[in-house]
């Protein structure tokens, strides 16, 4: 038998799982989210899937997970200092990122000299005043450290010395791109949920090993890849949005035809959009947006629309009303107040759970708007049909600015038209045919529609993403991921030789996040040289090389039947 895989994948409502080997799903599950205990849920899921009499041999584990998005989304997360080396340019008012934040001298230019030192007793006074605080976490973020993090580095090991308790964070450890802001973002946030999401690992880790002791055990991340476990130790934000993700993998899995598609995965809470484009997903391309702010974080254009099975339904001002809170499950599986699922449970005779309880709780309602339990249900559907079509719009409005949806519409001198709208999650066979008929177009839904997201996560495969930037003149390279750097020869250096070391890079991040069998299926996205000229002189090239695992599938996976 061929070593098994599994995907488990936690939703707001419900978390699935997914046994898949040799081609075929030998095995899903699907249980209730306990928002209070991520962990409790997730082991439920896995050892329902180990009951199954060929779950052995377990080769790999990907786990997709809410944690790090409920702590941001909420607010939960701890509070956190800001350390910000920004040098000359945007004011400090423009760095609205943290309540706590302090400026601190230090400046490095874009070739990564020094133009100005840190103040040593400026540093220690700001980290004293954080220390008062009552902040034991700290993230520190100066321009430019991607070219030269000696400043970030030097504070680190100040409050390291200082304060030893305390969780610091610098910058160029998360990322190494350019765009000070977004690193800055990307560095508070990481540094806001490491210690959780550290936790948790070590949790999981534990529990998984205990029933599974030889699989490597990977998370997924927001661009529809995944990485180990290990690794998301250091980049801990990288697996937020990773419930999107897993629903456009498993779109992706289900559907193999290169068409122009949107993907809706309908869940009990919300219902997440994304785009296909020729049947290669959409890439948000000024990274995650996350509390407002835009990160370093790869991820796919998504949408999250606060309507799900579990939206209830009520009379509102003598009006007939779908809120987008969920107060608990439909009343056909004990629920207390009427959802959008128990409308469709009537109107499509889905006998899902206690029909009888969709009906009562509904003709509470009818009865409030003086209308017939027919009538009622066909509102219910319209207007989740009609709030459903309207966000689509918007989103397409919005995916206009994305640079790959403007390329096809160049390259293909024409206006991008929507072929097929593909349905996810448990309820999308009673939403989705009627959304495809409002749109007209063709709708498809497959047999596991319903865990598609562990599906996707189950056969998703590493990605990863490293941009060089060499600098002859200086005779240094330096980049992404985050402390990637290193001496050059200057001497004829060529745009194949900056390829040919971003290449090796890109191997050596990969073996030391334990992805060496996927390194070769890298490519180079971008490319770019320029001429450094100083007086009438050339004084060296600057050359900036981007090459990557872009999101795909395992070697071993080929598609699933219908």
């Known amino acids: ?11 707001g409502t419900y978390t699935d799982g997914v046994l898949f ?8 599950v699907k249980h209730r989210t306990d928002e209070d205990d991520l962990k409790g849920t997730l082991l439920l899921v896995l050892d329902d899937l180990l009951t199954h009499r060929e779950a052995k041999d377990i080769r790999r584990i990907v786990l997709s997970t809410t944690l790090v998005t409920n702590l941001l989304a ?31 001298k230090g400046w490095i230019d874009f070739r990564g000299r020094q133009i100005e030192a840190p103040d040593p007793e400026e540093m220690e006074d700001a980290l004293k005043k954080i220390h008062g605080s009552g902040i034991e976490r700290v993230a520190i973020a100066g321009k430019f450290s991607n070219r030269n993090d000696s400043h970030e580095k030097a504070l680190k090991k100040m409050a390291q010395d200082l304060y030893p308790h305390m969780d610091v964070c610098t910058s160029n450890e998360i990322s190494g791109r350019l765009n000070f802001p977004r690193r800055a973002v990307t560095c508070y946030y990481t540094a806001m949920t490491i210690r959780e999401w550290n936790r948790f690992a070590d949790e999981m880790e534990a529990a998984i090993h205990a029933r599974a002791p030889h699989c490597e055990l ?25 419930g999107p993700a897993a629903s456009t993998m498993g779109t992706l899995a289900l559907s193999r035809e290169e068409l122009n598609a949107v993907s809706i995965d309908i869940g009990g809470t919300t219902s997440d959009i994304s785009l296909l484009i020729e049947g290669k997903p959409l890439y948000a391309s000024r990274g995650a ?32 009303e779908i809120s987008p809170m969920r107060l608990g499950p439909a009343a056909c599986f004990g629920g207390e107040a009427p959802t959008v699922t128990d409308a469709f449970n009537v109107m499509n005779g889905l006998g899902l759970g ?47 600015d994305e ?9 293909n001198k024409r206006k991008f038209n929507l072929h097929q709208v593909i349905g996810i999650g448990a309820a999308a066979p009673a939403i989705v045919p009627m959304l495809a008929e409002r749109m007209k177009v ?99 090239k600057l050359f900036d090389i981007g090459i990557q695992i872009s999101p795909g599938f395992i070697h071993e996976f080929k598609g699933v039947e219908n």
């Open 218 to 242: 990977h998370i997924l991340k927001a661009d529809g890849g995944t990485t180990t476990l290990e690794a998301s130790r250091k980049r801990p934000c990288e697996t937020v949005f990773s």
């Open 442 to 540: 063709p709708h498809f839904l497959h047999r596991y529609s319903p865990v598609a997201n562990a599906l996707g996560a189950t056969v998703a495969r590493p990605t990863l993403a490293v941009e060089v930037h060499v600098d002859t003149g200086r005779e240094t390279y330096s980049g992404s991921p985050g402390g990637l750097s290193g001496k050059v020869n200057k001497r004829n250096y060529q745009l194949k030789d900056a390829e040919e070391l971003a290449q090796s890079c890109l191997k050596q991040a990969c073996a030391d996040r334990g992805l060496g069998d996927y390194a070769d299926d890298a490519e180079i996205y971008s490319e770019e040289q320029f001429n450094v000229i100083r007086g009438w002189e050339q004084e060296g």
């Open 354 to 400: 206690d029909p009888g309880a969709s009906q009562a709780a509904l003709n509470t309602v009818a009865a409030g708007l003086q209308i017939s339990l027919d009538g009622l249900v066909r509102s219910i559907a319209d207007q989740v049909i009609e709030k459903l079509e309207r966000n689509i719009e918007n989103m397409f409005r919005l995916w206009e």
């Open 1 to 11: 038998m061929n070593d098994a895989l599994i995907g488990i994948d936690v939703g």
């Open 403 to 411: 640079p790959a949806y403007k390329v096809w519409e160049v390259v």
């Open 289 to 320: 947006l996350i509390a407002g702010h835009l990160t370093h974080i790869n991820s796919f254009a998504v949408s999250s629309i606060a309507l799900g099975g579990d939206s209830t339904v009520h009379v509102r001002d003598g009006k007939l």
């Open 74 to 104: 909420t607010g939960r997360g701890e509070r956190t200092a800001l350390i910000l080396l920004p040098g000359k340019g945007l004011p400090y008012s423009a760095y609205n990122i943290s309540p706590d934040t302090y400026f601190l």
């Open 21 to 28: 080997s040799g081609g075929s799903v030998l095995n899903s």
